[in-house]
Structure formats: structure tokens, C-alpha cells
């Protein structure tokens, strides 16, 4: 072999080595991130994350909102889904109750009054109840007036109660209470008084279906939800290295693709949630999975003014992408650059104003109820 022969083979050898390098280099370059082992803790806990307890529903799919950032400004009554991870009420009894045992309010239901002739047990009361607590798409409640401490509550079992109401929320995200649903209503009040031999009064349907359209009206006009879109730059992420990076900035996990940040109040719901594709999260290999972006979202209405959801939600964003060498995009993909994202406080601030206003502060059982 001449040494031209013996230098061109060195030359291939050197080139295919090269090559094999690079195309390695590459692969675990572009594979997804996965989570790093955790060392022992310490203290002896256990280091897996908790699962958020509460009442943390359905998550809806987003709406289409402003194209700078999902805020649905309006569309409360349109049935449309509003932005992924935001907190739903499921309906059931005794769901936001907070601080207060008291549910029906006059501001955001149509009550009928059920009168007694005397003291009905909690157990005949429960007893009494209908088996669904809705009417039509309206959260549906009866509430017993406590004979021993004259409070408003739900029935439970071993107290008095001297009188009973029954209410129908006017509107939710699904629109304003309409003349059949305000039916099913009469109905089921009707049955209960009839079990426990009392009487009712029932509201005027079309004043309460007219209060029910001005009520919508204005919760289309004040409704938000903010949705930002965390996109990878170059490797993708795996569904456990999302999990431990957001464990680290203040998120549990609240179920498959969904973790969420809890609020500083008891019993109150979530902050923030953060969203991907639960498949992925449920794939026999989910380390094996690759996330390319996960979303970030507030549901407005919904947290308290004081908690400064929108601070947090920033504040989130740019860490996780810091960390996890991600970029801030709206739901179309688009980045967002901080000259955009800055006005988004001074409207939310306004938004409180208004809210507030209308006795509805964000972060009441009000409007909780109201904007679900």
C-alpha cells in the first residue's frame, strides 16, 4: 500500500469517526431532558412529590382569546372552553365553601324560600335531597337554617333546622339560567318541600331569567383567563423533568399532564396550573416521551387579588424557561417579547377594580361560582 493509499484510509477513518461522534453527540443532544436522581432525603420523607388536594375540576381546553395571550375578555355565555388547567367547580355541595358555610347569595342565585312548621332533623333534610345538585348546567343547593347558632348551612346530619332555601345560580361560564332550567329548579324545591311537609315560594321566572341575562352580560364583559405557552429552544423536555423542575418553583402534581401551583389560603383553589399531554405522562415509558411545550395558565377570576397571581405567573414562566432553556410564547407559538407582557398587570388591575365593584372580587365564593 502506497503511502497516498495509507493516508487516504487514515483521512476516511479520521471523517467516519468524526461523523459518528457528531450524529451521537447529536442524539442526546435532541433527546429529552430527563429528571436527574434525587438524593436521599435526610430527614428520612419520603421524596415523592403530593398530590394537591381540593376541588382542582375539569381541565377545559383552551379558548381562542387576544393573540398576544389567551385572555377570554368576554364569551362568558358562548359555552366556549375556557384556557387549559383553569379551576372548575364540579358541581357537588359544599365545594368553595372557604371560611364561610353559607353558599346561596342573592347577588349570584334565584332563592326560594321553604317555610317549616316546626324542627327538621339534618337527617330527614338529607334524606330529602334530590339526587343531582344541578339544574340544567346551574349549580343547585339547599340550605337549612342552623336552630341552635341562626346560621345558613348546608344539612348535615344530627342538627335542627327551623327553615330551608333552596337556590339556582342565574350564570356560569355556559351562559344565563334559562326559562326550562329555572323549571327543573321550581321542580326540585317543590319535592323537597314535599318530603319534609313544608311549603315554598317560588321567585318570578322572568324577573329572575332577566336578572340572569344582566348577570351574564357582565360576567362576559369581565371574564380572563391568561394562558402562556413554554416552548423548548432545542431538546425537548420528558414529562418527569417538567414535573421536577416545576416541583422546584412551587408546583404538585394534581393528576396526569397537570400540576398546579396551591394557594397561600386554606381551601382556596390553585394559583396557577401547568399543563401538557397527560398520554405522554401516562406512557408505559414516559421518560421515553418528548414535550416540545407545556402551558402555563390563571383562570382570573378565581384567585384573590392579594395572592398577586400575575406577579407569580411571570415569575414562573421566567424561571422555568431559565431552567429548562425554554421560551415564553403565546398559544400560537409566537414568542412574546417583556414589552408585550408588561401592560397585561395594569388591565388585570383594572379588571380587579371592576370586579370589586360589583361586589364579585376575584377570589370570592361569588365569583368563583359566577365564573366556573
Known sequence: MSNFQLALVITFGVILVLYIAYNTWSARRNEPKKPRPEEPSQSGESSEMRYEPGFDGRAASSATGDPVFDAQMGGHGSGDAFA????????????????????????????????????????????????????????????????????????????????????????????????????????????????????????DMLQEVARARELDAFASEHDAQLAFMLRAKRASWSPGYVAQVAAKHGFVPAGPGRMVMPSGMEQMPAILALTYDAQAALADDPEASALRDVLLS?????????EKPFDKMRTAAEALCAEMDGVICDQNGTPLPIMVVDPIAQDLENLYDQLEQRDLAAGSLAARRLFS
Open 84 to 203: 387549559a388547567g383553569a379551576t372548575a367547580r364540579s358541581g357537588n355541595p359544599g365545594t368553595y365553601l372557604g371560611d364561610r358555610q353559607q353558599i346561596l347569595d342573592p347577588l349570584t342565585d334565584a332563592i326560594a324560600p321553604i317555610h317549616t312548621d316546626g324542627i327538621v332533623s339534618g337527617n330527614a333534610a338529607i334524606a330529602a335531597m334530590p339526587s343531582s345538585f344541578r339544574a340544567g348546567n346551574k349549580a343547585f343547593n339547599i340550605e337549612g337554617l342552623n336552630d341552635s347558632n341562626q346560621t345558613w348551612e348546608l344539612p348535615r346530619a344530627g342538627a335542627r333546622y327551623t327553615a330551608f332555601q333552596a337556590g339556582v345560580q342565574l350564570a356560569n361560564r355556559h351562559g344565563p339560567m334559562n326559562e326550562i332550567e329555572f323549571s327543573e329548579f321550581v321542580t326540585k324545591v317543590q319535592q323537597f318541600a314535599d318530603s319534609i311537609g313544608a311549603a315554598h315560594d317560588a321567585p
Open 298 to 306: 390563571l383562570d382570573v377570576p378565581h384567585v384573590a387579588r392579594s
